[in-house]
Every structure is written in structure tokens, then in C-alpha cells.
């Protein structure tokens, strides 16, 4: 049952953060931001790959690794990079950012899968979620949108990863070819990741901060 919970307790924690933090600008954020970058890229390294490198042939593995990566690529042609914290929502938007909403919720929705053979991946993308949730509800928050439109934007969101792993749990199809999905998700999470950890400062600065925050990333992925 964790599994199912922890996805969703992470929107609930990062819309609770953009609450407590809307009327100020944190560095916080965008530190979770990174420190949730290496530990989904350490397990993914540690747990996920391994894994499916063992169960398909390595030549089959590597290509769709590449075709998450590519789909992820186009999945952010229409969110604008959300996924890995860039919102370009304004404040005198109206319409509803329908391609935004369903690029996220695939996202989301194919980032359940690996949770069915790895528990430890449900840490990831709990980790990974938390910041996520937080800059979104955050400019949420700014734009015209009606609460509704809000409530349910996040509400949808939430459930989808869940809704992934009980679909990889319970459907004998998605079962056969698990260690494929999983490769696909693996070149998302790759990608997502390393756009995090790659992302540099004003004027290129070195952040020890944000250095510190990816090492702590990896060092407690390895020890779960």
C-alpha cells in the first residue's frame, strides 16, 4: 500500500511547501530540486538499470533506453520542461494549459511502472516529486486559473503515478513486457535527472550548496 501512498504524499507535502513559501523566493526549492536529481539518478544507476541489463538483451536495452529519452524529449516540447522544474505559466493566462497537463500526467503515469519489481524506486520518484509539486502548485497559484481548475489539475496529477504501478501490478500484458517499460522510464529518468544536476548557476558560479546536496543525493540512494 506504501507504494501507492508515497506519490501522492509527496504532491500533498510539495503543494503545502509552495503554500508556506508563496509570499517569498527560497533557495530551498531549487536545493530539493538537485538533491532529488542525484538520488533518482542513483537509484536508477543502482536499482533499475542493473536489473533490466540482466533481464533483456543489452543491445535491445540500450535502444530504449534511447527511446525514453527521446520520448521524454518530446514529452517537454509540450511542457516546457516541467518535469524538471521550468513553469512558464503567466499570470494573465485564462486558458487552461491542457498540453502542459497531459504531458505531466504521461510523465507521471509511466514513472509508476518501475515501483512494481523495485520498492525502492517508489523513494525516487517520492523525492523527485516533492519540488516538482511544489514550483508547479507554486505558479499555479499565480496564474488567472480557477480553483477548481487548480484542485483538480493537482489531484489528477497525483493519482497518475499510482495508477501506473497498479496497472504494472495487475495486468498480465504490462507484466510481459515490464523490463521493456522499465528500460523506457529508465532513459526518462535519465534524462530528467541529468538536466537537473547539468543546470548551472547565474554566471556558471560553483555552488557548494547545490554540490553538497547532489552528494548527499547519491550517498543515501546507495545506503537504502
Known amino acids: 500500500m506504501i507504494k501507492y501512498l508515497l ?18 523566493k527560497s533557495i530551498g526549492t531549487k536545493l530539493l530540486l538537485s538533491f532529488s536529481g542525484a538520488f533518482l539518478l542513483a537509484l536508477t544507476l543502482f536499482d533499475l538499470l542493473p536489473e533490466v541489463y540482466h533481464h533483456l538483451d543489452p543491445k535491445q536495452t540500450g535502444l530504449f533506453i534511447m527511446c525514453g529519452i527521446l520520448l521524454q524529449i518530446i514529452l517537454e516540447f509540450f511542457s516546457k520542461g516541467a518535469e524538471h522544474g521550468h513553469m512558464h505559466i503567466h499570470k494573465e493566462d485564462t486558458v487552461f494549459p491542457w498540453l502542459l497537463f497531459v504531458s505531466l500526467c504521461i510523465h507521471s503515469f509511466l514513472e509508476g511502472f518501475p515501483i512494481h519489481q523495485h520498492n525502492d524506486m517508489v523513494y525516487g520518484v517520492l523525492i523527485h516529486k516533492i519540488p516538482i509539486a511544489t514550483l508547479i502548485t507554486a505558479f499555479l497559484l499565480q496564474s488567472s486559473f480557477t480553483k477548481i481548475q487548480i484542485i483538480s489539475f493537482l489531484v489528477v496529477f497525483a493519482v497518475m503515478t499510482p495508477l501506473g504501478t497498479y496497472i504494472s501490478n495487475n495486468t498480465a500484458f504490462v507484466t510481459d513486457y515490464i523490463d521493456v ?9 535519465l534524462h530528467i535527472s541529468t538536466t537537473i544536476l547539468f543546470e548551472t548557476g547565474e554566471g556558471h558560479k560553483f555552488n557548494l550548496s547545490k554540490l553538497v546536496a547532489i552528494c548527499l543525493g547519491v550517498l543515501i540512494a546507495y545506503f537504502i
Open 7 to 24: 506519490p501522492v504524499i509527496a504532491i500533498i507535502i510539495g503543494v503545502v511547501i509552495a503554500f508556506l513559501t508563496r509570499k517569498q
Open 181 to 189: 517499460i522499465n528500460a523506457i522510464v529508465i532513459g526518462i529518468f
